[in-house]
């Protein structure tokens, strides 16, 4: 039922995307009429302002070709990613976003929405990411389908409309059907869907991708109306994710090629738009630079807790991973292997071959590029995929992986665009068949695809995602701390046991490969906890207090140190560590119920040592009473037990002991 709910509302947006996108920016312009000579009274021909004749406005693609070329990539990336709406949620932020999210359960109540606008959650202000969970809960509940099905839709509209934009400006409908299948079905975008919590990089995508469709019916006949639909739609885009915060450049960018927007270019035949000098293109994008600095701003203060444990790491550090990113990103792009939901920080440890390696692709290509200088969509490309990665390449580290797949969602489109765009002026220069071309490209894809259809299944457990991991990268602390507690909760669905001998391995890996990560000595100090290993459970939650100042973590790890000094029967100290997690956390309602708890085995704990220097039946009745509320049954039957045996015909031991026995 739910798949074909899924079908039909599929297929109904792609009917409507392309009637409502390509309308908006296929309306021509129509050319003004050429001037032409006056004739004066007396018949001789008066010369009248000499004007440079406009280059003839070329037609575009048809439209019922674009409509066919943009449903069958729609429908296409569609059935590719149907799988992922079999998959359910994973332990990787979906509890902090969706699962265990209370304020997003809600739905779309009131105060839901203001918190939503509010929350500076998961290190970011992005209220229309929140906005977006709250309308898939009030949708379709936790049912994680629902949410997969959302998260596809919105890349199978982000895939139509970049090829519609392509296709549309450059007149070239083949090369831009190319670029939005690579796009599509290219399964370093696997991440960005089939995950959940990164909805954000497909809905700020969506904004502004019809932000530059705005941007494009803006510079057809430039005015204040139009602007502020580009402002709104890109102000949106950041309130989705600030990943796009470099639009005003990529902007830019589009300005030179395709629209060929400068005053001293030759205009655009097949999508002519008003050109004005540079010095007026830049002044135009300083209101879109102010809204990007202020979701800097608000970046920024949403991330300290992230940007602050990195802030020791050398420059120099951040300068040899950024290099390496950017040539994996460029390497992954071609060949798409050893994908990974986390890449472990590079940085100073980085191989001598690898950084060679890595400085050769990036300088290989810039060399490469700036031969092929006069194609200008070879340097826009580049510059677009150097330039829009910027914000994530890590100068300013925030986390800890070397890099993301996420993160080239947006930048790897240059990339693509370069690569298509070239082959397509070989094929032009060098009179190549067409045939061998286009089933070439066809097989690209079909791999592609079924690459993208095998990574998704990588993300059907939580299990599986971090086991991939592991696989297919080396030293991944933060994988081996995921695979335990995929193991952990695993176990515990099945035996009711909150430890596990194969968990433990992996906590005690993770926190061996890094032992400056808290979150890595505190998931190995909650598991030696529960095989009953307190004081060493102890010594790993003081290291997470001496490792971060993160106000959830520090409150958690005070927690777990009460609950182990109580277990120990260090009252006083557990006292103390709760009053600690509740000056933190004034509402945490675990601390009030083992604060409750340690009331009463103190309480026990002195009654005990009474009946044991003065025996009376009445004292060990007390007592056994006190044990059995408080669930330690074994000692209570033996407190009765010890009654009977001073007051052998003690009534209301017998009834007590009894009702331990029933």
Not at 298 to 312: E, R
Not at 447 to 453: A, V
């Amino acid at each position: 039922m739910f798949g074909a709910c899924c079908c039909c509302a599929f297929f109904g947006t792609l009917l409507l995307l392309p009637a409502c996108i390509v309308p908006l920016i296929m309306a021509k312009k129509k050319p003004k009429s050429a001037p032409t000579r006056k004739q004066s009274s007396s018949g001789a021909a008066v010369a009248a302002t000499v004007v440079t004749p406009a280059p003839p406005i070329v037609e575009g693609p048809p439209k019922k070709l674009l409509f066919v070329l943009c449903a069958l990539l729609m429908a296409a990336t569609f059935l590719v990613y149907y799988r992922a709406l079999g998959n359910p949620f994973v332990n990787y932020d979906d509890p902090g976003y969706v699962s265990e999210n209370a304020h997003v359960q809600q739905g779309l109540t009131r105060d839901a929405v203001r918190w939503a606008f509010t929350a500076m959650e998961a290190d970011n202000w992005h209220p229309l990411t929140w906005l977006s969970h709250e309308l898939d809960c009030e949708l379709y509940g936790l049912e994680p389908a629902g949410h997969h099905f959302s998260s596809v839709l919105l890349h199978v509209f982000n895939t139509g409309i970049l090829f519609l934009l392509l296709a549309i400006v450059t007149g070239k409908p083949w090369p831009s059907f190319t670029v939005g299948a690579l796009f599509g079905l290219h399964p370093i975008n696997v991440e960005s869907v089939a995950w959940i919590s990164e909805r954000k990089n497909v809905l700020s995508m969506f904004f502004c991708l019809l932000a530059i469709a705005a941007y494009g019916w803006y510079a057809r006949r430039p005015n204040g109306q139009r602007y502020v639909l580009v402002a709104a739609l890109f102000a949106l885009g950041l309130m989705a994710k600030p990943m796009i915060v470099t639009l005003p450049f990529a902007l830019m960018l589009l300005d030179f090629w395709p629209l060929q927007r400068l005053q001293s270019q030759q205009p655009s035949v097949t999508f002519p738009v008003t050109r004005f000098p540079l010095r007026r293109l830049i002044l135009e994008k300083l209101p879109l630079l102010l809204l990007s600095i202020g979701s800097s701003v608000m970046t920024m203060v949403a991330q300290q807790g992230a940007i602050a444990p990195n802030q020791s790491l050398a420059f120099l550090a951040r300068v040899l991973n950024s290099i390496y990113a950017y040539s994996a990103y460029v390497t992954k792009a071609f060949w798409p292997t050893h994908l990974a939901s986390f890449y472990p920080y590079e940085g100073m440890r980085i191989g001598g071959w690898l950084f060679v390696f890595s400085l050769a692709v990036l300088v290989g290509a810039s060399y490469w590029v700036w031969r092929e200088r006069e194609r200008l969509y070879v340097a826009i490309g580049w510059l677009w995929f150097i330039g829009t990665l910027v914000p994530m390449i890590g100068i300013v580290q925030v986390g800890n992986q070397a890099m993301a797949d996420r993160y080239a969602y947006l930048s790897l489109i240059g990339i693509f665009l370069i690569v298509v765009w070239r082959v397509a002026d070989l094929i032009e220069e060098r009179n190549i068949a067409l045939r061998p071309v286009a089933i070439s490209a066809l097989v690209v894809v079909f791999c592609l695809s079924l690459l993208t259809w095998r990574q998704i299944g990588v993300w059907r457990s939580s299990f599986d995602l971090w086991s991939h991991a592991l696989d297919v990268t080396r030293d991944n602390f933060m994988a081996e701390d995921y695979v335990g507690s995929a193991i952990l909760l695993d176990n515990y669905q099945k035996t009711g046991q909150r430890y596990s001998e194969a968990a433990l391995v992996h906590f005690k890996n993770a926190v061996r490969i890094n032992p400056e990560d808290p979150i890595s000595h505190l998931n190995l100090g909650a598991d030696l906890h529960e095989h009953g290993q307190l004081q060493e459970a102890i010594e790993q939650y003081q290291q997470v207090l001496n490792l971060t100042s993160d106000e959830h973590l520090v409150t958690k790890a005070y927690v777990d140190l009460g609950a182990a000094n109580h277990q120990l029967g260090n009252f006083s100290e557990a006292r103390q560590y709760y009053r600690e997690a509740l000056k933190r956390d004034p509402s945490n309602r675990v601390v009030f119920e083992n604060m409750g708890k340690l009331g009463m085995d103190e309480r026990i704990h002195q009654l005990a040592a009474s009946a044991s220097a003065h025996p009376t039946p009445e004292a060990y009745l007390l007592l056994g009473q006190l044990q059995q509320a408080a669930s330690h049954l074994p000692e209570a039957r033996a407190s009765f037990e010890t009654a009977l045996k001073i007051k052998p015909d003690f009534p209301e031991a017998k009834a007590a002991l009894d009702s331990i026995r029933n």
